[in-house]
């Protein structure tokens, strides 16, 4: 019987900051909570932190990740990023479903889309992301996605 493959495991050594990145820790924060009050995604922060002041990676960088480095500064966005796209896909295929009616493809696109978002919500309101009686709706996706 051949032997069996091992799985493969992750053997880096703890990341530290590098010495040729411009920023130090209380500069990458300082940044990235002024990048936030501007208006920026936690996505983009990261690529403009990368790509302009040659921030390899926050989380090393600070020791917290960019969300905790926003909260502790009080900048948190009121929904997630991930959940906000995911509302602004729906809206989005709400808006060509009100044009098309006969799309049925895309009309079951869309209640897979709104399951996606029902359980992002459902994990985010017992981590504490977003606030206990907070709830989907089509009225509130288009106020979002505004």
């Known amino acids: 019987m051949p032997k069996r493959k091992t799985k493969s495991v992750d053997t880096k050594q703890k990341k ?3 010495d040729w990145s411009a920023l130090n820790p209380r ?3 300082s940044r990235a909570v002024e990048l936030a009050r501007s208006g920026k995604s936690t ?3 990261g690529i403009i932190l990368r790509d302009q002041y040659a921030v390899p990676d926050i989380r090393v960088a600070t020791g917290k990740r960019l969300t905790k480095v926003l909260e502790e500064n009080e900048v948190k966005q009121d929904v997630p990023e991930d959940l ?3 509302i602004n ?3 989005q295929l709400k808006k060509h479903l009100d044009e098309h ?3 049925f493809k895309n009309k079951r696109g869309l209640q897979i889309l709104e399951s996606k ?3 992002l919500e459902k994990y985010y309101r017992l981590q504490g992301g977003l606030p206990k ?3 989907y709706t089509t009225e509130q996706a288009k106020l979002l996605s505004e």
């Open 27 to 29: 500069e990458v924060e």
């Open 133 to 135: 009686d907070w709830k």
């Open 89 to 91: 896909r729906a809206s």
């Open 43 to 45: 996505s983009e922060i």
């Open 16 to 18: 530290q900051h590098p």
């Open 117 to 119: 978002i029902r359980g």
């Open 101 to 103: 009616k006969k799309d």
């Open 84 to 86: 906000r796209n995911l």
